[in-house]
């Protein structure tokens, strides 16, 4: 599956475009903003309009190397993201650990390129210095440079191991070698080392319009109506934002349907379900599920009054209960979210609960 389109940054689109058509582009170049604005799909569109073979209007999106990097196979596209720390003790075989981790990850990325921030371990390593420096020792495979993309950027940890490797990294960026870009992405420049900052030309990337976050998030995500809106305004012009807002809520809607095959079940699955409950630790957890069972029950109560055709959002609750019921159940939900933002234990809380709802429904 080819990369989704660029959305936004027209202002940063020109003032690139023209520094390519002058041939002046800063050889370094670290794109910031907020999480989530599209600052490493900024800079694969860089990569594009850079290797792009196409006569008039670049990036052409049709030419070979385009279509290369639109599929993330451009051979002479390098793309480095935080990737869990080698385990192998060797540096030869941390290198190869590490190319091997980043394949998969451009793997997963070709299949869904709407992916989230790295895990928070993952980062960038002495190994990745050292395949970054070899990979800039090559000649460009097909066309005239090599573009390198670093993301999140502000997790380079030269120091962390041989200082070789750190200084390797920085002479890499001092006398970068002429057919080498370079493209990093940071949400916060002030977190990257100075020694490295310093050597960067910033091209900010600010948040995108909420009409342009709505029109992609309807042609890409398959979102419509009251759940578009929504995510457009919780997403503050962030697509990677609104993205997570939905991973959150899958999360907490299988964690409702999960309670709520507990209690369909006996005394004892909604004990051992309370018990499961996480304490104050996975409050906001606990707290979005209540919110996600309180939502669902208002769809079955709509669907239940006639009001609303829409399939209750949860499996359990389309088996036809009273309207009353439903009320009962979802004020009790309610109570209980009152109740968590006081200094009530959630176990505790989610037990009562429990038992309240299967006298209940
Ligand atoms: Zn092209």
């Known amino acids: 599956m080819p990369l989704h389109p660029l959305v936004g940054h027209h202002t940063a689109r020109d003032r690139v475009l023209r520094a390519i058509q002058e041939d002046r582009l800063p050889q370094m170049i670290l794109l910031t903003g907020p999480q989530g604005v599209g600052k490493q799909r900024f800079a694969l569109w860089v990569a594009q309009a850079l290797l792009c073979d196409g006569a008039a ?59 989230q921030p790295q895990e928070g371990l993952a980062g960038h390593f002495a190994a990745t210095a050292r395949l970054l420096q070899r990979r800039a020792a090559l000649t460009p495979a097909q066309g005239r440079r090599k573009v390198f993309l670093v993301g999140e950027a502000e997790r380079l940890v030269p120091q962390e191991s041989s200082p070789e490797a750190a200084n390797a990294l920085l002479k890499l960026l001092e006398e970068p070698s002429s057919d080498c870009q370079f493209l990093l992405t940071t949400v916060d420049a002030n977190r990257l080392l100075p020694t490295i900052r310093s050597r960067l030309v ?51 809607n299988r964690a409702a349907e999960e309670l709520l095959k507990a209690i369909a079940g006996n005394a004892e699955t909604r004990a051992e379900r309370a018990l499961k409950q996480g304490s104050w630790a996975a409050r906001g957890d606990f707290t979005a599920m209540l919110d996600a069972l309180a939502d669902a029950l208002g769809d079955a109560i709509r669907a239940a009054s006639g009001l609303n055709a829409r399939r209750p959002l949860l499996q359990v609750l389309t088996r036809n209960r009273p309207v009353a019921t439903l009320l009962e159940a979802q004020q009790r939900v309610t109570e209980a979210r009152e109740s968590a933002r006081g200094n009530v234990n959630p176990q505790l809380l989610l037990a009562v609960l429990a038992d309240e709802l299967a006298e209940v429904l």
Request: proline share 6%; charged share 25%; aromatic share 4%.
């Open 202 to 252: 910033p091209l900010r990337l600010g948040r995108l319009a909420d009409a342009e976050v709505e029109t992609f998030l309807a042609s890409h995500a398959g979102l419509s109506g009251a759940d578009l809106r929504q995510r457009v305004a919780g997403a503050g012009g962030s697509i990677g934002r609104a993205v997570a807002l939905g991973d959150d809520q899958a999360k907490a």
């Open 57 to 115: 209007e670049r990036p052409c999106g049709i030419c070979q190397p385009c279509r290369q990097v639109l599929g993330l196979g451009h051979p002479d596209l390098h793309w480095f993201m935080p990737v869990l720390r080698p385990k192998a003790s060797e540096p030869d075989k941390q290198v190869e650990e590490l190319a091997e981790a980043i394949g998969e990850v451009i793997d997963e990325r070709r299949k869904n390129a709407l992916y």
